[in-house]
């Protein structure tokens, strides 16, 4: 078996270009034949948020994605492996957090983004605090239990 | 030697500051150690340490459980459990 891939993993303030990651992870190869990308938006709750503001632990934030996309890399078959996930003020609409994995076959590639996305949920140290649309101060998100359980369902 | 404190999101606004470099006293060994010992020291400590249990541990960058001993810690990040992605 070849070597498992080296992610690419970004945190970053700004937007992102899923396009244009796709490309960057496929371009002059022919033996990818499945590319899953997973897009997490930012939601209004039904008009009630202008924005959520995450916070992150940077270097944890950047090393703990890293663990995590090696294991990934490590469990499935893969091609190429990127995750981007985005700090600071996003506003409803904008993208939050990017998973894009390659494969020969579509299988690992589902495999490896679903699993990618459990875990920064559960173990990637970001935290989102609420901004109210009619300009009142918002509380931080509650973690959910069901982020935990589907963490665990990788062991 | 000193140990860098660093709190992250809800217990970060609590205690009322992002980080601080402290003495660790004698007896504090553990992760529960440390946050027994930061409970007593003030109000803002307590608001943001009342239920310890919810509250997660990264020890030089990396998630610990309470029973993980702290020996040797550079930097202890102390936050509330994660809401990314």
Known sequence: ?155 | MSTRLIYFAWVRERIGKPQEDVELPGGVETVADLLRWLKSRGEEYEHALQYPDVIRVAINQEHVEHREKISGAREIALFPPMTGG
């Open chain 1, 1 to 155: 078996m070849s070597a498992a891939v080296v992610p690419v993993v970004r945190i970053q303030a700004g937007d992102f270009d899923v396009a244009a990651e796709i490309a960057s992870l496929t371009r002059g190869r022919a033996d990818i034949g499945a590319v899953v990308t997973f897009s997490g938006l930012c939601r209004d709750e039904a008009g009630r948020l202008s924005a959520l503001e995450l916070e992150h632990y940077p270097g944890m934030a950047e090393a703990e994605i890293a663990r995590i996309a090696g294991e990934a890399a490590e469990r499935w078959p893969l091609q190429g492996l990127t995750v981007i996930h985005r700090h600071g003020k996003v506003r409803p609409g904008e993208n939050i957090v990017l998973v894009v994995a390659a494969s020969a076959h579509r299988q690992a590639a589902f495999e490896a983004a679903n699993f990618l996305m459990d875990y920064l949920k559960s173990r990637a140290p970001f935290w989102k605090k609420e901004h109210h649309g009619d300009g009142s101060q918002g509380g931080w998100v509650d973690a959910k239990e069901s982020d935990d359980k589907a963490a665990s369902r990788w062991k």
